[in-house]
């Protein structure tokens, strides 16, 4: 069993570097990759947001928050991820903008 704490940056950072549009036109990646993205986030959510703001500039980070807009689990507590991620200290710009799109996929799943 995978104890996601002790994943590495690297490993993250590697997973990260999938999302991208093309990497969407398989279905089973992108629901597999939307709900890790999601589950990385109720799970480290400190760890994440590190990461991204360390690395905004290598990712496609507009594609990786339109992904947090378009959420396709149901076994995804979105408002969770919203509040775990906001309690969250430093990496400001980043928070906000991956809050602002977790409250659009919030409106969006309704």
């Known amino acids: 069993m995978l104890n996601i704490e002790k994943v590495t940056e690297q490993y993250i950072l590697k997973f990260l570097f999938c999302l991208y549009p093309n990497s969407f036109n398989d279905v089973e990646f992108a629901e597999f990759a939307n709900y890790m993205l999601f589950f990385l986030f109720l799970r480290i959510?400190?760890?994440i947001l590190?990461?991204?703001?360390?690395?905004?500039?290598?990712?496609?980070?507009n594609y990786i928050k339109k992904v947090l807009e378009n959420p396709v689990s149901d076994d995804i507590d979105l408002n969770e991820a919203y509040k775990k991620i906001e309690t969250i200290r430093g990496y400001t710009k980043t928070k906000r903008s991956i809050l602002d799109s977790i409250k659009v996929g919030i409106e969006n799943y309704k």
């Open 45 to 47: 959510p400190g760890q």
């Open 50 to 61: 590190k990461i991204l703001d360390n690395h905004k500039q290598d990712l496609d980070f």
